[in-house]
């Protein structure tokens, strides 16, 4: 799906992309007589997984730099960069008025940076505090247009990847989960625990896919586009099973649910078919059993001691229509 250099599957892009993003840095600031550890500190955490993400937290980590040099040129002058206090107070300080300005992006370089003036700073107050200025904006800058330029992230095989596993454990999970309502088991930990962990793959997805959106802000490219509202298509479908699935593995303490010989085949039946999914890449329509479901569970809507039942049918079969529509 995407054309992938084989030394980034080897490091990795945004590794690849630090790395020169520190060269260059330390390179410009030692061409200009700089110390180039508060801007190469800058770069690197600079780096984010796309380029949206670099240059909208770059913009927040410029003035909470600012804010943690100009605080530890005050306290080194007010009690010395001997003291203590200089460092309790520069830290203390630069966390508040960060925090208060919702810097949150900036506090960690901003106080690294003030923690690191100190020692340095002496009588070259106004000195320290402009050149340390000045080598956190080559630093940001820098770390930033690298990662626009070099190396655009693209997420399409994780996606892809992630997708598929998802959707693996997804199936195998339902199936599972409704062989276990058949043999009367409605509270599972093992299901509970495998449904959690199927949850944090889905929102992995979804994290991936809002990355490439991000970048594909600053790098567009009409087939980019397409792919990526597949993409984003198929994660909404497959969160939409698993919010049906959690409803039927989350049930209340005291469900107990009988369910006929002809309803135990049909839900049987279903799930098997969904099981094999992954292995065929096609969706073997069960239609008699869907109808005979349906049949039970417009019947029990006249029961209120039934409800649980209908609820779990009814459930079934909306997982059944989603999956239909789906591969129709």
């Known amino acids: 799906m995407t054309n992938d250099k084989w030394y980034t599957k080897i490091i990795g892009a945004r590794t690849i992309k630090t790395g020169l993003a520190t060269f260059l840095t330390a390179f410009f600031c030692m061409s200009l007589h700089l110390n180039p550890i508060y801007a190469t500190l800058s770069a690197i955490v600079t780096i984010e997984p796309t380029a949206k993400a670099s ?87 820098t770390a930033g247009l690298v990662n626009l330029v070099i190396l655009p992230p693209k997420y399409y095989n994780q996606v892809e990847e992630s997708a598929l596993q998802t959707e693996k454990d997804m199936y195998q999970l339902y199936s599972e989960r409704l062989h276990e309502l058949v043999i009367g088991k409605f509270h599972s930990t093992q299901s509970n625990k495998k449904l959690e962990k199927l949850l944090t793959k889905s929102m992995h997805v979804e994290t991936l896919i809002r990355y490439q959106k991000d970048e594909l802000s600053y790098h567009k490219h009409e087939e980019d586009w397409v792919l990526l509202k597949a993409l984003t298509n198929r994660a909404h479908i497959d969160r939409l099973f698993i919010t049906h699935l959690s409803n039927i593995i989350y049930l209340p303490k005291d469900t107990f649910v009988v369910f006929n010989s002809e309803e135990r085949a049909a839900i049987l039946k279903i799930a098997k078919s969904i099981s094999e999914i992954i292995a065929t890449g096609y969706f073997e329509r069960e239609e008699a059993e869907a109808r005979l479901l349906k049949t039970s569970v417009t019947h029990l809507d006249e029961f209120d001691k039934e409800q649980l039942k209908s609820h779990l049918i009814y459930e079934i079969l909306l997982t059944y229509r989603i999956l239909d529509n789906r591969y129709a």
């Open 55 to 141: 240059l909208k937290k770059g913009y927040k980590r410029l003035p909470a730099t600012v804010i943690g040099a100009l605080l530890a040129v005050l306290f080194t002058y007010i009690f010395s960069d001997k003291s203590a206090l200089a460092y309790a107070f520069s830290a203390t300080c630069t966390i508040f008025i960060c925090a208060k300005l919702k810097l949150h992006d900036g506090i960690t370089v901003a106080t690294l940076t003030a923690m690191a003036m100190i020692p340095g700073i002496g009588d070259a107050y106004f000195f320290n505090f402009f050149s340390r200025l000045l080598t956190a904006v080559i630093g940001l800058v």
